[in-house]
């Protein structure tokens, strides 16, 4: 079974530049996460999608991240525009359903700010 | 304020001795505890979880333990293997209020020294 995969891996950019994140989740997972972990921190939830609707989005900054899922497959997380801060790895993780407890995740991608 | 805490940012154990890791929280409300592993370069991986109405939960070399008048956990592996070497993330599951997300903690890095 094919794992949740992402791209790209790596991506650096300057301050004000945008960036986009693609996602693929496991076959059959209805719920996807996004997730942002700084250097030093554990994972921190931007925003969560089942299906293609979003069930929470309380923690995404909506003045400059913006999130979809169209077809409830895929997703894609975008920053427009990049500042220093948003430097982290972006990790997406699926699951069968929103209330299981159990999250797969995918390699993340490494974003540098500059 | 930081619900899930691991206040140990890094551990060193011997091959084949026992490694104990520990996480605190701070809502009672918390349903799941889940311990992830991460190797770098790479996206957490679920290692094994504990219901909150239980005390004790053992997978192979890995055992979590719950405490909660002590809003307590330990992760104990037995023995300690140098595959083991990784960074583990403490995590809780809250689904109450439908909210259904997991809370990090900021990981414990083990290493396991042959």
């Known amino acids: 079974e094919a794992g949740v995969a992402q791209s790209p891996r790596y991506k650096i950019i300057e301050k004000r530049q945008s960036v986009a994140f693609w996602c693929n989740p496991i076959s059959g997972h209805a719920t996807l996460y996004w997730y942002q972990q700084i250097l030093g921190q554990g994972p921190k939830l931007l925003i969560q999608f089942q299906n293609n609707g979003v069930v929470d989005d309380s923690q995404l900054p909506k003045d400059r991240f913006s999130a979809e899922r169209l077809k409830g497959v895929d997703s894609t997380l975008k920053i427009q525009p990049a500042k220093l801060e948003d430097s982290a790895v972006y990790l997406c993780?699926?699951?069968?359903?929103?209330?299981?407890?159990?999250?797969?995740f995918g390699p993340g991608t490494r974003l540098t700010v500059t | 304020d930081q619900q899930v805490k691991q206040n140990s940012p890094s551990l060193s154990v011997q091959e084949g001795r026992i490694s104990i890791l520990n996480c605190d929280y701070t809502?009672?409300?918390?349903?799941?505890f889940l311990w992830y592993k991460k190797y770098p370069a790479e996206g957490p991986t679920f290692l094994i979880s504990i219901s909150s109405i239980k005390d004790k939960n053992e997978d192979g070399r890995f055992t979590v333990f719950l405490n909660k008048s002590a809003k307590h956990l330990s992760l104990h592996i037995v023995p300690s293997q140098p595959g083991d070497s990784a960074v583990y993330f403490c995590a809780a599951w809250d689904s109450g209020a439908g909210s259904y997300q997991l809370t990090f903690g900021k990981g414990t890095k083990l290493s396991v020294i042959p």
């Open positions: 993780a699926s699951s069968l359903v929103f209330s299981i407890h159990e999250q797969y």
């Open positions: 809502n009672s409300m918390f349903d799941y």
